[in-house]
């Protein structure tokens, strides 16, 4: 069965306090991984899109790396506005239309 | 360019009563999908639209939910009757080709008493 899980399940850095969010998942056959930002009462915003081992993108304080079995994101030098749950989906190749979310990561930012 | 939008941002509704939410797709997008979040889980699918078909339902729950798309623009969804499970968050989300990304819309809070 496709399985997404993310950890921590919730994190408190301290302004500056780089860190970084994970993303196992177990898929038949990866076709593509999505990372979104959720800020409270707001529906999820697309940040990244990976799709093979080794790729790596970058925005700003956000970078998200992938390999075979996980996926990080990485957030360096964090800033109170940068506190929100991230979210990981996955989708297979026999059904790419469906994503697979994980339970996300809730980040909080303390000045 | 306009995002996707739901109506209503929330609903509060007795047990078996009615519910109907509307998706607006970003304009252009021909992919529109429904996905709901229950207490304490995780974002699950529900079903994808192209067009005015649907390809994929596996994800609705069970004949009580009834997801349109006529003429291939909004959509709506529809519980009836309601029941205390269907509590949670329901967000549609719509992409310009199959497998793309998917734009999310605010959601719809829809709380079953």
């Known amino acids: 069965e496709d399985q997404v899980t993310q950890s921590p399940e919730a994190l408190r850095l301290q302004e500056g306090e780089s860190s970084s969010l994970n993303c196992s998942y177990t898929v038949s056959g990866l076709r593509g991984l999505f990372w979104y930002r959720q800020d409270p009462g707001k529906g999820p915003e697309f940040l990244f899109t990976?799709?093979?081992a080794g790729e790596e993108k970058e925005k700003e304080r956000l970078k998200a790396t992938l390999t075979k079995k996980e996926s990080f994101l990485h957030i360096t030098a964090p800033k109170p506005e940068d506190s929100a749950t991230y979210l990981c989906a996955v989708q297979a190749m026999d059904n790419f239309n469906k994503f697979y979310f994980g339970s996300g990561t809730k980040l909080n930012v303390k000045p | 360019e306009a995002g996707v939008t739901q109506f209503p941002s929330h609903s509060v509704i007795e047990k078996g009563q009615t519910v109907t939410l509307r998706c607006d797709p970003i304009s252009g997008h021909d992919n529109l999908y429904w996905y709901r979040r229950v207490m304490g889980k995780e974002i699950k699918f529900l079903l994808h639209f192209v067009k005015e078909s649907k390809q994929d339902e596996s994800g609705m729950p069970n004949n009580r939910f009834l997801a349109e798309r006529t003429g291939g623009t909004y959509s709506t969804l529809k519980v009836q009757p309601a029941e205390l499970e269907d509590s949670g968050v329901y967000f549609c989300?719509?992409?310009?080709?199959?497998?793309?990304?998917?734009?999310f819309g605010p959601g719809t809070r829809l709380l079953v008493l």
């Open positions: 990976l799709y093979s």
């Open positions: 989300a719509s992409g310009g080709r199959p497998g793309e990304t998917q734009y």
